[in-house]
């Protein structure tokens, strides 16, 4: 009996923090307890534990086993803790050699007969272990391909609790490990991306959409049932650039702590994310009772959040945007602690005019009442709107626009979204931003970026008028620079200033 040492990692929002595995075994009345603020799931993993090494072969010993998790004090949350306590115990007994193990990080869930089961955040996990100087991980089968995806790191999958014994045991005397083998799964299929060539008429709308990609500009669109809205804002990810190597890592990592599908190569594209409008705070921002998970704005890192009916949606779940918006993350506190989730996505709403939805052109056919149409938007409520750079009446489409020719493919557009996008790369170079909706507004108040009077003519007079508040001016001055940048220019010139001001306004006066 004695004192057996591994190592794991557990996970603090999207980071992992490595953890070591402490199994300390001694003469006294039978008893297995973890301490190391482990969580409920955790804390459950000695019937686990006893049961997998009994049914593979390695029952412990009855006596009193005392495993810690270390540092104390940060919580343990989850199943994925369970191979490295088995571990840390087999060593303690010297089933398995305590000098292999002890630099090895174990990562998994056991079953009851002995199996190593999938967990999720294994990707955050082994690139917190990498960063720490871990070279050598045991990650169950199923999540061996996204172990994998961290360059530097020897991964060793593992789908049985004897199996693992049994290739301690064979290292501990120098002779050859036969290989794993792990199913060949299929490869998985791109899904193919809806294209803006679907969409009839709205050239008004196709360009705010153009300018919303190619400037990372937030997007509100206002019409009737039928006119298009939602086919726009699910064709906006077609337009937008690939994930660089550094993004994809992170929407991979969310990807894989949220648990949704298989993670077993890199995101590339912008994920697309649309929770539905009866969608709680919690849903929304992240958070949960026991478990803390990311939500939607974190799942949609990178991409597009997409709320459709937005007026739909209660007042006060909306309102918890605003300071995720302007930060690009979201601090979820609970009573384990403070959770901090990347959020940078880019916000389409889209809402009916009123509540029957027909209030379009002279109105004719809405049986609203004046009030309920003027009530019915103002469920998204000031503060929230000011934050959005685009805002646009899409109307039903006519008959004309049914006979005309299909508009421009995604292809084309994205094209010169991409040669924008890299225009603004060069101008932000060096700085923590490198598209113009995320520019802070006094950067573009301030040479060199300051146009000159007689450009801002138009926007200066709202500010004045108070049309505009001061974000809204800001917002104004970032979508002029986009919309020079599409149309090649060095710097907005005075009618790139007044679209803009007309697309952040366009609403109100369809209203």
Not at 89 to 113: C, F, I, N, S
Not at 177 to 190: I, T
Not at 271 to 282: T, Y
Not at 459 to 479: H, K, V, W
Request: glycine share 10%.
């Amino acid at each position: 009996m004695g004192l057996g040492r591994t190592r794991s990692v557990g996970l603090h929002g999207v980071d992992g923090f490595l953890v070591e595995v402490e199994a300390d075994i001694a003469s006294g009345l039978p008893a297995f307890t973890v301490s190391g603020r482990a969580d409920a799931a955790c804390a459950q993993a000695p019937d686990r534990v006893k049961a997998a090494a009994a049914n593979s072969g390695h029952p412990l010993a009855q006596r009193r086993v005392t495993v810690n998790l270390s540092p104390a004090s940060v919580p343990k949350i989850g199943s994925g803790f369970d191979l490295a306590i088995v571990v840390a115990a087999l060593a303690a007994e010297g089933r398995v050699p305590g000098r292999l193990v002890e630099q090895v990080v174990h990562l998994g869930e056991l079953g009851l007969d002995g199996s190593v089961r999938s967990v999720r955040g294994v990707l955050p996990a082994v690139i917190a272990a990498a960063r720490a100087g871990v070279r050598h991980v045991v990650v169950p089968v199923a999540n061996a391909a996204e172990a994998r995806l961290v360059d530097g790191m020897q991964v060793h999958p593992v789908a049985w609790l004897g199996e693992l014994v049994a290739r301690y045991r064979l290292l501990a005397t120098g002779r050859p490990v036969p290989p794993v083998e792990e199913s060949v799964l299929p490869v998985p299929v791109d899904p193919v991306l809806p294209d803006l060539a679907d969409v009839v008429g709205q050239p008004e709308a196709r360009l705010a959409l153009e300018i919303a990609a190619a400037g990372a500009h937030h997007l509100y669109l206002v019409g009737p049932p039928g006119a298009g809205k939602s086919m726009l804002a699910e064709r906006l990810p077609s337009l937008l650039p690939s994930l660089d190597e550094r993004q994809s890592m992170e929407v991979t990592a969310i990807a894989s702590i949220v648990g949704v599908g298989r993670v077993d190569r890199l995101i590339t594209r912008p994920p697309f994310v649309a929770p539905h409008h009866g969608a709680s705070a919690v849903a929304l921002v992240g958070g949960g009772s026991g478990v803390v998970q990311p939500g939607a704005i974190t799942q949609a890192h990178g991409g597009v959040l997409f709320l459709d009916e937005a007026a739909e949606f209660k007042p006060g779940v909306l309102q918890t945007l605003r300071q995720p918006l302007e930060s690009g993350h979201v601090t979820v506190a609970r009573a384990l602690g403070s959770f901090r989730y990347p959020c940078q996505f880019q916000l389409v709403l889209a809402a009916n005019p009123c509540p029957c939805g027909m209030f379009s052109g002279k109105g004719a056919a809405c049986s609203c009442s004046v009030v309920a149409r003027r009530s019915y938007l103002t469920r998204i409520a000031g503060p929230l709107m000011d934050r959005v750079d685009i805002q646009v009446h899409v109307p039903a489409p006519s008959r004309a626009a049914l006979v005309g020719g299909a508009g421009e493919s995604s292809d084309v557009v994205a094209a010169r979204v991409r040669e924008a996008r890299a225009v603004q790369a060069g101008r932000w170079r060096g700085r923590p931003y490198a598209v113009n909706g995320r520019v802070p507004g006094p950067e573009l108040r301030r040479s060199p970026w300051r146009l000159p009077d007689q450009r801002t003519h138009e926007i200066d007079r709202a500010i004045d008028r108070g049309q505009l508040s001061l974000r809204g001016y800001d917002r104004c001055l970032r979508l002029a620079w986009t919309i020079a940048d599409l149309g090649g220019r060095s710097s907005p010139t005075r009618d790139d200033v007044g679209l803009a001001l007309s697309l952040r306004q366009q609403t109100e006066l369809a209203a």
